[in-house]
């Protein structure tokens, strides 16, 4: 049985891995022993409500990847998804009345869909840009990345049809080996490499109304994603591990703000001090835990570059990390790496 870790805290809504079956049996690839190694439940997967761990979906889609020697395996996933299995989010992005009210909602319920780090809109005299990242603790996400980009994209595209080729795409997942794939299921306008995933509409299509919208349905789905949104317990004796899970989510943000935090736990910042005071701890010993169980889950179980890890836990400088590393472990990132591998 696949072992719990940080990264389970992370869920995304079932029915986003409800194609991956049928597209891994056209390679011949039978899902359900990889699902029982990582104790996930395939039938689960058209469930338009349930959730499943984002990190163990990652790893299947990753695995597949690999046998079906496919690296545009995820992104092909979309081919066969029906529209709407995500449930309420799926549907409220299908009868957004325009892409203006497509894009509000996207940036409202993304983290509804899928646990991200950050979600973010960004208005310029251009048009609307919105970044989003994913918590550190998720290590494989390069499929899972093109896996929901495409389906975002083919939601777009019903709206406005050829013009999706106005949208530029930005993806941090590295470059593949056939671009023609990516930009047949995406655009013309893909990026690799990226330090964070991002579309940017230009301000000429945000008024484009979508021939399936409708204002009400559209409305209900908004509600619906709002009701059934993973909450915080208010039970007091979990507020630390819920600041933890918010933590861990954000971790990779150089600059958060006592206010931001506090105002998302609908609080003073008073009181989320007193609170956790109380407890017998502070919003930066909390911090300093987060960032020292991740880095040692990425330093010593992924292959992730240091630096890349340096860049997740939200640290300036290499030459930052190291000191905390050396602080919490007693040895260097790279002595750690050693260690591991030898």
């Known amino acids: 049985m696949h072992s719990s870790s940080i990264a389970d805290h992370y869920t995304v ?25 990582l104790d996930l439940d395939p039938e689960l997967f058209q469930s338009m409500t349930g959730r499943v761990s984002l990190d163990r979906l990652c790893r299947l889609l990753e695995a597949c990847a690999l046998l079906a020697n496919d690296e545009a395996f995820g992104l092909k996933c979309t081919a066969r998804f029906v529209a709407g299995a995500s449930g309420p989010f799926g549907y409220g992005l299908i009868c957004a009345p325009d892409v203006n009210d ?89 990026s690799f490499g990226c330090k964070i995933n991002a579309i940017h ?6 008024d484009v109304r979508n021939p399936k919208g409708d204002h009400r349905l559209f409305t209900l789905m908004d509600l619906q994603c709002q009701a059934m949104r993973p909450e915080n317990d208010p039970n ?27 105002g998302y736990f609908g609080v003073s910042e008073r009181t989320f001090q007193r609170r956790l005071a109380d407890r017998g701890t502070s919003l930066a010993e909390l911090r300093d835990e987060v960032r020292r169980d991740i880095s040692h889950d990425l330093l010593t179980n992924s292959d992730l570059s240091i630096s890349e890890i340096c860049f997740r836990l939200g640290y300036s400088a290499p030459s930052a990390f190291t000191r905390s590393v050396s602080r919490w472990f007693g040895q260097t990132p790279k002595s750690m790496r050693e260690t591991k591998t030898g």
């Not at 990242?133 to 389906?151: C, E, H, N, T, V």
């Not at 861990?248 to 703000?257: A, C, T």
Request: net charge neutral; aromatic share 8%.
């Open 13 to 37: 809504v079932a029915g986003l891995a409800s194609a991956v079956a049928r597209h891994a049996q056209s390679y011949g690839i039978d899902i359900n022993p990889i699902c029982q190694a």
């Open 102 to 190: 497509f894009l509000r909602f996207l940036e409202a319920h993304s983290q509804y869909a899928t646990h991200t780090s950050y979600v973010k809109s960004h208005p310029d005299a251009r048009g609307i840009r919105i970044e989003w990242a994913f918590a550190p603790a998720i290590i494989k996400r390069d499929q899972y990345i093109d896996m929901s980009m495409g389906l975002l994209i083919q939601r777009l595209r019903d709206i406005i049809g050829d013009k999706i080729d106005m949208i530029s795409i930005e993806l941090e997942r590295p470059k593949p080996r056939n671009l023609q794939v990516f930009r047949d299921h995406l655009n013309r306008q893909v």
């Open 201 to 206: 509409v230009p301000r000429s299509l945000l």
């Open 236 to 262: 007091e004796r979990d507020f630390v591990d819920q600041v933890r899970h918010y933590l861990g989510l954000r971790i990779s943000e150089q600059e958060l703000s006592l206010s931001d935090i506090s």
